[in-house]
């Protein structure tokens, strides 16, 4: 089994410093409506990470899965919907998710 995780533009090393929950909120909103951009930056970034582990020989490229909660679904339900490698995905709303949809 491998697994990988990237953060997302919202946190860890991508993240610009923001100083506060509904600063780091009112980010992640922009950045969802933006055209796309922060999600076509995602897809690529994960493909990217696909690609190398399903170049290893250790992984069985055909069993590839995603499981998201929160930001793990909004940024993973537009990849499962574009990535044909995943043949299998957990997805489950939380906070950021949740409020995005609700408005």
């Known amino acids: 089994m491998a697994l990988a995780s990237i953060d997302d533009p919202m946190h860890g090393d991508r993240c610009t410093g923001r100083a506060t929950r509904e600063e780091t ?49 909004a940024y993973g339900l537009p990849l499962v919907a574009v990535e044909p490698r995943i043949k299998a995905a957990a997805l489950g709303t939380g906070a950021a998710v949740a409020e995005y949809q609700l408005g």
């Open 25 to 73: 909120r009112a980010d992640f909103f922009k950045l969802r409506e933006s055209s796309g951009s922060g999600i076509d930056a995602m897809n690529a970034h994960w493909r990217a990470v696909i690609d190398r582990l399903c170049a290893d020989e250790r992984s069985d490229a055909g069993r590839s899965g995603w499981v998201g909660v929160s930001m793990g679904t």
